[in-house]
């Protein structure tokens, strides 16, 4: 039961990372620029703040679902709208950041101490800076629950949690493997690269403000 348990949780979080979004855009980019070595700096420590994450959000699953709508006003605002804006403003400033380093060179510097701590760091930052999981997990947290496809004790969540972890972990190496291997299959350079990843960012924003407009009026 508790490789079942760890098993769904795996495959659980990893579908939540196959949509395109700042998380696996940043590993992509990562990827390309700086190489693999910095993905994985990045990817363990993303990781390790989403076991943690995780475990949070399935212990307040099924109370959240019960007593909370995500259509539900928050001071006259929807949750889910706030999440959205929240979402918005990352994409804009990501989008931003990445369209004016979009000339800058790869560089290769032998400060590997300093480098591998910039990816930590910025992996343990969106880790927690990740609200569009909140949702994520409110809903399939409580999904899994209610059909009894995990147990509620502190193992098996814990365990699960782990599961999640390693989820997302094999998710993003796969982005940014897919990354390196696009560039190198079709010779694309740093610069169109990041300029799509920009775009891309920009458009999701873009998206996401349509839909709340849409909402609103």
């Not at 939540?16 to 620029?33: E, M, R």
């Not at 979402?87 to 979009?102: A, D, E, S, Y």
């Not at 993003?172 to 960012?201: G, W």
Request: charge should be positive; include cysteine; glycine fraction near 6%.
């Amino acid at each position: 039961m508790l490789f079942l348990t760890f098993f769904i949780g795996i495959i659980l979080n990893a579908m939540g990372y196959i949509p395109p979004g700042n998380i696996n855009l940043t590993v992509a980019q990562l990827a390309i620029n700086k190489g693999m070595r910095q993905v994985w700096y990045f990817i363990l420590s993303f990781s390790c703040v989403e076991v943690f994450f995780t475990f949070g959000m399935m212990r307040f699953a099924r109370w959240a679902m019960s007593d909370i709508n995500p259509n539900e006003a928050v001071s006259e605002v929807r949750l889910s709208t706030l999440v959205d804006c929240f979402m918005i403003v990352m994409f804009l400033v990501m989008g931003t950041i990445t369209w004016k380093n979009r000339k800058k060179v790869p560089k290769t510097s032998n400060a590997k101490e300093d480098k591998r701590s910039g990816s930590v760091l910025y992996g343990l930052i969106l880790g927690v800076l990740n609200p569009v999981q909140i949702p994520f997990w409110l809903f399939f947290g409580n999904y899994v629950i209610l059909h009894q496809w995990i147990e509620t004790d502190y193992l098996s969540l814990v365990i699960f949690s782990l599961g999640s972890g390693v989820g997302s972990a094999l998710a993003l190496y796969l982005y940014a493997h897919f990354a390196t291997y696009i560039q190198e299959k079709f010779a694309l350079s740093s610069l169109i690269i990041n300029k799509s990843i920009a775009i891309f960012l920009f458009a999701l924003a873009g998206y996401l403000m349509v839909k709340q407009a849409i909402v609103i009026f």
